[in-house]
T-cell receptor, first 109, second 112 residues
Framework: KNEVEQSPQNLTAQEGEFITINCSYS?????LHWLQQHPGGGIVSLFM???GKKKHGRLIATINIQEKHSSLHITASHPRDSAVYIC???????????FGPGTSLSVIP | NAGVTQTPKFRILKIGQSMTLQCTQD?????MYWYRQDPGMGLKLIYY???????DKGEVPNGYNVSRSTTEDFPLRLELAAPSQTSVYFC???????????FGSGTRLTVV
């Protein structure tokens, strides 16, 4: 079983829809990351959080430490949001990051 | 601001050939990492370094070697390339360990 899992694996949405991507993990963590990988391959860090909620523009990330679960929400989705969204965790007492398999999002005009 | 620079962007190798993937960062980050990304799989750590002169194996180090003679450079060496090494390779760096990564743009390698 992977230490970091994401759902759904693939997601297609109509422009304007509210989107939720889920991440669950099975290890103790010191931080959780959400990253975005565009079709060209570049990877950009969106959020790093260890508790609560963070918001940046139309993106919102939440984490529930007790349930070992995080969600990434996109409001008013747009075709330019089409990308692979990757959840990753920094394990407690471990100086490396474990990456989830990614969720491929396609937003259709 | 160059950030993390990887070269080359694409490469095709024949089985048994060797090559070096270059990675340079200009942010004075101590931590540097090499990952490979296979379709449908999460990024897997190949090697990492916590500072010049220090390197350590990650999850999938077999078939690869690294060196870290300077803070800026962290090249990844493939010896005797095999089809199983066909992948996209990403270099990353961070100032404070597993937080706030900056990624390079990736190298797409095909071994035929």
């Amino acid at each position: 079983k992977n230490e970091v899992e994401q759902s759904p694996q693939n997601l297609t949405a109509q422009e304007g829809e509210f989107i939720t991507i889920n991440c669950s993990y099975s290890v103790g963590i010191s931080a959780l990351h959400w990253l975005q990988q565009h079709p060209g391959g570049g990877i950009v860090s969106l959020f790093m959080l260890s508790s609560g909620k963070k918001k940046h523009g139309r993106l919102i990330a939440t984490i529930n430490i007790q349930e070992k679960h995080s969600s990434l929400h996109i409001t008013a989705s747009h075709p330019r949001d089409s990308a692979v969204y990757i959840c990753a965790v920094s394990k407690t007492s471990y100086d490396k990051v474990i990456f989830g398999p990614g969720t491929s999002l396609s937003v259709i005009p | 601001n160059a950030g993390v620079t990887q070269t080359p962007k694409f490469r095709i190798l024949k089985i048994g050939q060797s090559m070096t993937l270059q990675c340079t960062q200009d942010m004075n980050h101590n931590y540097m990492y090499w990952y490979r990304q296979d379709p449908g799989m999460g990024l897997k750590l190949i090697y990492y370094s916590v500072g010049a002169g220090i390197t350590d194996k990650g999850e999938v180090p077999n078939g690869y070697n690294v060196s870290r003679s300077t803070t800026e450079d962290f090249p990844l060496r493939l010896e005797l390339a095999a089809p199983s090494q066909t992948s996209v390779y990403f270099c990353a760096s961070s100032a404070t360990g597993p937080y706030g990564y900056t990624f390079g743009s990736g190298t797409r390698l095909t071994v035929v």
